[in-house]
Structures are given as C-alpha cells and as structure tokens.
C-alpha cells in the first residue's frame, strides 16, 4: 500500500489587485490574482515587528469565471488550494520559477475596508462557492451590502 500524502493551503488574506481572467487558446478560463497575507509581533525590546507575504493564486474554469465576478482588490477572502511550482522561459531568454496556489475553493470575508473586531467577521455579501459549485456562474447572483443586518454566531465558524 502506497503511503498518503497532502498538498492543501489555507490563507487569509487581502487581495492586491483585481483579478485577471483569461483563456487559454482552446477556451479553458484561468483567472489569477495576489493575496496579502501579514502577522505581526513584539520584539524582546518592546518593538513591534510587520511582516507581510504575497501569494500568487489561480483559478481554473468555472472557479476561474467566479473569482473575476465575485473578487476585487482589497477584499479579505479565506481560500483553500494547492502548492504547485512550474519552471518557464521568461521573455529575456531566462528560465524563472514560479510557486502559486491552484485555488480548489474561497470565501469572501466583507468589503475589505477594516473595522474593530471584524477581521474574521463575515459580512452580508460572503459566498462560499461549495454552496453554489453546481449552478452555472452566469446564475450565481451576490446579494449587495446594503441588506439587512444580519447576526452571525462565532461559534458556527468552522476554523
């Protein structure tokens, strides 16, 4: 019996810019975009220290056609994916590496302009795409921010 292994990645994070979709030339959609992710600490001497990483994500067919819909700059999104590494020739003739994560799934946490306490709050407007993976993304309809305040458990949050 073979031995089990795992690729998965969990981020949080900001989106740095709007997502870019695309098509390859027999029609399959790709769309990619960066995540922010930061932490912060205090150093022995009081100093408080930043770090922030940038993730390239990508997407494929119809989670491709959903992120350019749903996802915008700035927006706080929970996603789930895998670590892959490719090697490619650049324009310059160069052989570059790349590391991205192929994104399997995503939630959209808010608007991303943050507020006391809501880093982790959903907000009224969040999809998770294993509710709606089976319906088309022209049907998937996101309802806007101006809906009624609604009151979520932290409790029923799942990480």
């Known amino acids: ?29 790709f769309c990619s975009f960066g995540i922010a992710t930061n932490r912060s600490w ?21 989670l491709a056609e959903l992120c350019a819909k749903i996802l915008s700059k700035g927006k706080k999104v929970f996603t789930e994916g895998r670590l892959t590494y490719r090697s490619y020739t650049g324009k310059d003739g160069q052989q570059r590496q790349s590391t991205e994560i192929v994104l399997e799934d995503f939630i959209v946490f808010g608007d991303g302009k943050k507020s006391a306490g809501d880093d982790l709050k959903p907000a009224k407007e969040d999809v998770d795409l294993k509710a709606t993976e089976t319906k088309k993304s022209e049907d998937i309809e996101v309802p806007p921010s101006e809906n009624a305040e609604e009151t ?6 799942p990480f």
Request: glycine letters at 6%; hydrophobic letters at 35%; zero cysteines.
């Open 1 to 29: 019996m073979a031995a089990r292994s795992l690729n998965q990645v969990f981020l949080i994070g900001n989106l740095t810019r709007d997502p870019e979709l695309k098509y390859t030339p027999n029609g399959t959609a």
């Open 42 to 62: 205090v150093t022995n001497d009081g100093t408080t220290k930043e770090d922030v990483q940038y993730h390239k994500i990508v997407a494929w067919q119809k």
């Open 152 to 157: 979520v458990n932290p409790d029923d949050i």
